[in-house]
């Protein structure tokens, strides 16, 4: 769809939609980003899983890759509170090992595969690079990261801690971290924009997700145009 006809259909839809909400669409795109990416290895657990996709949210990040190897991906409402509507979920699902396609598909778009996971190569949140794109790679509780997952990784990172307790768990881990990331992000103003077709297409999603039946309005506008 043309930039031109995507704009007019926004328009359309968000014509349908409340006043509040389409400021509160003003207001969010402005800051989201996808400098910084997560991706997440095999996550069963759907109160962790969940709760991640609420901080990415929360802090801006719109897209979320998602690894289903032997386990798939499910959410609990309870604790996304309705956060999975305003992102993009990417799964990867197709073979009995999906990593390296995740991977590859990344790197095809210009991301550096940073491991969340203990290594001896591992750098701390400040001293991470975000000169370039970087997806965030978390693993199991139990388990971790894959063996693949660590091998095709290009770097590694940790958070600090001071305790005895070896690790956090996955949901704290990613808010810890994209709350670090994200603020240093901003503050250095390194890609934290997204294009204006990116834009549009995320508000179109948004707008799709809060307009009941919205496969109906956009056909009537399509007809409207002479598009169909």
Request: hydrophobic fraction near 35%.
């Amino acid at each position: 769809m043309e930039l031109k006809t995507k704009r007019a259909l926004l328009s359309y839809l968000e014509g349908f939609i409340t006043g509040h909400k389409r400021s509160r669409f003003d207001q969010v795109i402005k800051n989201r980003t996808r400098h910084i990416t997560i991706v997440l290895e095999d996550i069963y657990q759907s109160q962790n899983a969940s709760a991640v996709l609420r901080s990415c949210d929360c802090y801006g990040i719109q897209d979320v890759h998602i690894i289903e190897n032997k386990n798939v991906y499910s959410i609990n409402p309870d604790v996304a509170l309705g956060s999975s509507k305003w992102l993009n979920l990417i799964k990867y699902n197709k073979d009995e090992k999906n990593t390296p396609a995740c991977f590859n598909s990344l790197r095809e778009a210009g991301y550096r595969i940073v491991a969340t996971t203990p290594n001896k190569e591992d750098k701390m949140l400040d001293e991470l690079d975000l000169s370039t794109k970087i997806a965030l790679v978390f693993g199991t509780e139990l388990e971790g990261l894959s063996e693949t997952a660590i091998e095709h990784a290009d770097e590694f990172v940790k958070i600090p801690m001071y305790g005895f307790t070896e690790s956090f768990n996955i949901s704290v881990s990613a808010a810890i971290i994209l709350h670090h990331l994200t603020e240093k992000m901003r503050r250095s103003g390194l890609g934290s924009k997204l294009t204006e077709e990116e834009m549009l297409d995320i508000r179109l999603m948004w707008a799709r997700n809060v307009i009941r039946q919205p496969e109906l309005y956009e056909k009537k506008f399509l007809k409207q145009k002479g598009l169909i």
